[in-house]
């Protein structure tokens, strides 16, 4: 069988075929196929080496749509370049190599929005982020896409850097925005919580939250890392996560509460968006800790691909040779 040649799909290209309104619908049904059982996760994955860096690999099945693939990276104090690679689920072909930094951002905002539209109360207007790195800011456009936003409180460790993205979020998402000195002055009277930092000790606890708040726990994917104090989960009437099985394996948050517990109290976020069920009038704290998952990064892969074939952008390159190599054995030094 004849294949066409895959396509490199840059990450120009990427930015300007999938908004970030887009990926949360196409996230949204990508938790629908998870559901039904028509989209499954390889568990993510992690190595650690000097200095905190870390060596990641993910991928998903979607063969109803008759994909699979995987994502790796190397995260690193210098930065990251990590790469989405489809296959055709039939034969294995190669499909497509896409660069997937700007898809990384549109996964994760993305995802923070799916659990904010179905978790957060409807007429959530005030935003607090605690982070200000790489992802923040598809973060606060994410919420920004499901919520009217009236008001962004932003907190970082360092002033100048708070003060800079609260800039950002006015000029960039015309979003009123200001600084915070605090976690808890960030917080304060918050509807939704969004959590997106590098921290290695609990920084936020549950006397700080409003009543009905939203939480988006996002920065600490990886054991040796931690956002949110226990206290918080006595309070939680839901607590949600794009993977569950990641959870259990990476969340030292999860892994700490649940160790003697029943993890079958964190729902996934796929059940939640397939029951179409909103939370509660009366629920007080909901939690959605968001893991990183391949099913997420393969769709938005998928609908990448797709539109790159009907806008005509990428880069053909030569397949790779499929045929079984003979090898020559020889035992001789």
Avoid at 93 to 121: D, N, P
Avoid at 122 to 141: C, E, R, Y
Avoid at 216 to 229: H, K, S, Y
């Amino acid at each position: 069988m004849s294949h066409p040649q895959p396509l490199w799909i840059g990450e120009a290209d990427v930015a300007s075929l999938l908004t970030l309104a887009d990926a949360i619908d196409v996230l949204e049904r990508a938790l629908m196929l998870e559901a039904r059982g028509d989209a499954e996760n390889m568990l993510k994955t992690h190595v650690s080496w000097a200095d905190g860096n870390t060596l990641h690999a993910i991928g998903a099945t979607l063969a109803g749509n008759g994909f699979v693939g995987t994502k790796t990276w190397a995260h690193t104090r210098d930065g990251a370049t990590p790469l989405l690679v489809l296959f055709d689920a039939r034969d294995g072909s190669l499909t497509a190599i896409i660069e997937a930094f700007a898809l990384g951002q549109l996964r994760t905002g993305g995802i923070s929005g799916v659990a904010t539209r179905w978790l957060a109360r409807p007429n959530a207007t005030n935003l607090a982020i605690i982070g200000s790195g790489k992802q923040a800011l598809a973060q606060v456009a994410a919420v920004a896409a499901v919520r009217s936003l009236e008001r962004v409180r932003v907190f970082s460790s360092t002033a100048m850097h708070r003060a800079q993205f609260a800039e950002r979020v006015q000029s960039e998402l015309g979003l009123p925005a200001v600084a915070a000195k605090s976690v808890a002055e960030a917080v304060n009277d918050a509807d939704v919580v969004t959590l997106v930092t590098r921290a290695r000790e609990p920084f936020l606890s549950a006397a700080m939250l409003a009543v009905g708040s939203h939480i988006n726990a996002v920065g600490a994917i990886t054991p040796d890392r931690v956002e949110f104090a226990q206290d918080v989960f006595t309070r939680c009437a839901v607590v949600s996560a794009d993977s569950v099985a990641s959870a259990q394996k990476l969340s030292r948050e999860l892994i700490d509460h649940f160790a003697n517990g029943d993890w079958r109290q964190v729902r996934p976020l796929s059940a939640i968006v397939a029951s179409r069920q909103a939370r509660s009038s009366d629920a007080d704290l909901t939690l959605f800790k968001a893991m990183g998952m391949g099913i997420s990064d393969v769709a938005l892969g998928v609908e990448i691909y797709q539109r790159a074939l009907r806008a005509e952008v990428g880069r053909r390159f030569a397949h790779p040779e499929r045929a079984t190599p003979q090898l020559r054995v020889d035992i001789r030094r």
